[in-house]
């Protein structure tokens, strides 16, 4: 009898599961569409940004809200909004003179499947 088998642990590497998690390939649109997600998301300050926002009560923020704890300026921190923006990971809503930012959690969901962490769920057209 092996130690895994003693111990109960599983025989193969962790997380080599042969099971695809999407359920399917991507096609070439859906891999474009992510690939744009995936590179908003490539730049820590971005993440940071879409992070503050997606914790904060309510879903929304605005600049001033966001720009708290980073080391930017809030003219800077517009811009990864607007890249966030375009890449359809948040929203956007005018407000008399300010501009709340929320995440846009379909787009969220659809990264979470991409990235396996809903296995044997289909990755939504």
Do not use: N
């Not at 501009?99 to 396996?116: I, N, T």
Request: proline share 6%; hydrophobic share 40%; aromatic share 4%.
């Amino acid at each position: 009898m092996s130690k895994s088998e003693v111990s109960g642990a599983p025989s193969g590497p962790v997380g080599c599961d042969p099971t695809p998690t999407v359920g399917r390939t991507l096609t070439g649109t859906e891999a474009a569409e992510f690939a744009v997600m995936f590179k908003a998301l490539a730049d820590p300050v971005r993440l940071r940004v879409l992070s503050a926002i997606a914790a904060r009560a309510g879903g929304e923020a605005c600049v001033c809200d966001v720009s708290d704890g980073l080391d930017v300026t809030q003219p800077t921190i517009s811009h990864h909004l607007k890249v966030l923006r375009e890449a359809g990971l948040v929203t956007s809503e005018r407000r008399a003179s300010w501009v709340y930012y929320r995440a846009v959690p379909e787009a969220l969901d659809r990264l979470s499947l991409v990235l396996g962490r809903c296995s044997g769920s289909e990755v939504p057209a």
